[in-house]
């Protein structure tokens, strides 16, 4: 605690000399930047530096609300929030801003696994503990994070295929060759590595899947529908989308009407979603959407139950996952009003 204090302290005097100057010497700081001060009761606040990837889709969205109500002042905490915008160098800077401020945790969710190694040895070499938040990172030490909090990516891959495998059987098609189309996210991330391994493992089991491209849309809307677009043209006959995030899914549904094809429970095309945001939800409620394997961005309280662990002097598991479902238009209902993102 005591520890906590010093560096509370030295980062909030920080804070507090860059606003000044900021303002203007001998000014009153602005009522908006005056949560930022600290008085001393504050030193008791445990500081923690979020590098978040960027704001790419609704998913990243819910994730950075569920960071922010979670590492609240009124909780405890206080948030040095930084927003990467989709640059892993970006990621790099502000982790070693964090070290140099001297925060009490740094949390980050990692846009790609590999070439964290050194960044992350600085902040152990520091005595900061580093928690990953959604996904992970490739590094030839484990010790060089506390713990991870995330999703199964490969078991949510694994439940698209398996839910595709039962539709087919259930239409009466499972000896039918079907072709499938995969939009994937961001290259080299881990909810790509593991969706991708997890779909593919499942397709292996059926000789008659034909997965005829697997492309990058960068998890965006704008990407899915450009190449959701060209692979239009260029393959005849597309009976399934695999589309690894909704907002790619959006996309890949304005292309599919463009070209007058039909989606969903009663039209030509199946279509295979992640992440179940509530639009998203709606859509498999009126089945344009067959079916959403869900990736759950409340991952805030998840991380605040390893930052107590830790404080309380226990050790983390390594390893915490959030609880994830499938909706389909049949049990859809059931969470589409609640939904909050
Ligand atoms: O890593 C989680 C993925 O990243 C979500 O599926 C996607 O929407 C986000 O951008």
Redesign the pocket.
């Known amino acids: 605690m005591k520890q906590r204090a010093k560096r509370s302290t030295w980062l909030i005097s920080s804070v507090l000399a860059v606003l000044l100057l900021l303002s203007g010497c001998g000014q009153d700081l602005k009522e908006e930047n005056r949560q930022d001060t600290i008085t001393p009761k504050d030193d008791s606040l445990i500081v923690v530096g979020v590098s978040q990837?960027g704001s790419?889709?609704?998913?990243?969205t819910a994730n950075t609300a569920s960071i922010q109500s979670t590492f609240s002042k009124e909780n405890g905490y206080f948030l040095i929030f930084d927003n990467a915008r989709q640059k892993q160098e970006n990621q790099i800077k502000a982790l070693r801003s964090f070290i140099s401020q001297q925060v009490d945790y740094i949390v980050f969710?990692p846009i790609v696994e590999d070439g964290w190694d050194t960044v992350l040895k600085e902040a152990k070499d520091a005595g900061i503990p580093v928690i990953l938040m959604?996904?992970k990172v490739n590094v030839k030490d484990e010790s060089l994070y506390t713990a991870w909090v995330g999703?199964d990516f490969t078991e949510e891959g694994k439940r698209a295929g398996r839910w595709l495998s039962g539709h087919l059987e259930e239409e009466g098609r499972g000896d039918e060759t079907v072709n499938i189309v995969v939009l994937q996210?961001?290259n080299g991330?881990?909810?790509v590595i593991g969706r991708t391994k997890g779909f593919d493992s499942v397709a292996a089991q059926h000789d008659k899947w034909n997965i005829l491209e697997q492309v990058d849309a960068d998890?965006t809307t704008a990407k899915g529908k450009e190449e959701m677009n060209k692979m239009l043209q260029k393959y005849e006959d597309i009976d399934v989308v695999v589309s690894?995030?909704?907002?790619m899914t959006f996309g890949a549904l304005e292309a599919i009407q463009e070209a007058g094809k039909t989606t969903g429970t009663q039209g030509g095309i199946i279509v295979i979603s992640?992440?179940a945001t509530k639009s998203a939800l709606e859509k498999v409620e009126e089945g344009i959407i067959n079916v959403d394997i869900e990736?759950n961005p409340e991952q805030g309280t998840y991380i605040e139950k390893v930052i107590k662990t830790l404080e309380s002097g226990e050790r983390a598991e390594k390893e915490y996952f959030v609880s994830e479902r499938v909706f389909t238009k049949k049990n859809v209902d059931s969470v589409i009003d609640d939904r909050s993102y």
């Open positions: 990837i790419e889709s609704v998913w990243r969710s959604d996904r999703s996210g961001t991330s881990s909810s998890f690894q995030n909704d907002d992640f992440d990736c």
